[in-house]
């Protein structure tokens, strides 16, 4: 096997890896999690704490409020877990000693990396635009951490965790949980109502930050690695320096672009390309 260190998260997986098991499971975790979103958005909360308030994400508390539902997915997956797998949801993120190791190497080095990348012109050189006083921003900071760790956990559970493991221990081919997982997650970011024709070509860098978290998932055999560049690359994009306005209601910064515009697509490469260099720079902090 190529990698040796993922037999830790594909071991409680080979018991039962139907391809039906896992289905039924997305149907199942898919459709828990609406019915919570559903029970959650029918309570009256007030405009501010709604998720559509003043736009997707556009004031602190409906950003929130957005980041905070990924908390729904939870219950599903828990019970596609146990009834369908017979599995414990801390399986799905490996040993825990090496995932705060190896999560902790990564987060330096990603750290680095990211301070490096905020100095880099943006698209056509858009200067940022304060979008929160900085005492409003910190008021918000803990809950919006705190917030942000919910969303991406979530996220790394189902693709990495989940979905990555379950098809490994039924494929031996990596070109399947690998790529399957990372397509998966790609599309969970397409977005034609603001992105317009930019769509399917802004679904890239999603997709290359799915297949380098799902190697280095593997390699680790662990999510540490996986939940640390998740954090960091969502804390910069929704609470430090926001790309237009949707959900940039916890943002300290803003670049003022639309996600439509044509001038976007030339900057792919160069995005695409620092995760390139994020994926070794992690690879070498590894040592894997």
């Known amino acids: ?46 405009n501010d704490m709604s998720v559509m308030g003043g736009g997707l994400g556009r004031t602190p508390a409906s950003a929130l409020a957005l ?3 990924f908390a729904c997915v939870y219950p599903g997956l828990w019970l596609a877990l146990r009834w369908l797998h017979r599995r414990r949801l801390r399986t799905l993120f490996g040993p825990g000693r090496d995932m705060l190791r190896d999560g902790g190497r990564v987060m330096v ?18 200067a940022p635009e304060p979008n929160l006083a900085p005492g409003t921003w910190l008021g918000w900071l803990v809950p919006g951490l705190l917030a942000l760790a919910v969303q991406i ?4 559970l189902v693709f990495r965790g989940y979905v990555q493991s379950q098809l490994a221990a039924r494929f031996r081919s990596p070109l399947i949980w690998l790529v399957l997982p990372a397509l998966g997650f790609g599309l969970l970011h397409y977005n034609p109502a603001d992105a317009g024709d930019n769509a399917p070509w802004l679904l890239l860098p999603a997709i290359a930050f799915g297949l380098l978290a799902a190697d280095l ?13 998740h954090f960091l690359n969502n804390f910069a994009a929704l609470l430090l ?14 670049l003022p672009i639309e996600m439509s515009d044509p001038g976007l697509v030339s900057h792919l490469p160069v995005e695409i390309g ?13 040592r894997r």
Request: aromatic letters at 10%; proline letters at 6%; charged letters at 15%.
């Open 109 to 126: 080095v990603a750290l680095a990396l990211y301070g490096i990348s905020l100095f880099l012109p943006g698209p056509d050189s858009v």
């Open 67 to 69: 980041l905070a539902s």
């Open 1 to 46: 096997m190529r990698y040796p260190a993922y037999e830790s998260l594909i071991a409680p997986a080979r018991a039962r890896p139907q391809l039906w098991r896992l289905a039924a499971g997305l149907v199942l975790t898919g459709a828990v999690y609406m019915l919570l979103l559903l029970g959650l958005f029918s309570l009256d909360l007030g």
């Open 241 to 254: 320096l926001a790309p237009g306005e949707e959900m940039s209601g916890l943002a300290l910064y803003r």
């Open 274 to 286: 620092l995760l390139f260099i994020l994926w070794l720079a992690a690879r070498v902090a590894l």
């Open 217 to 229: 998932t593997a390699r680790c055999g662990n999510l540490g690695p996986a939940l640390a560049l």
């Open 153 to 156: 956990t979530a996220e790394e």
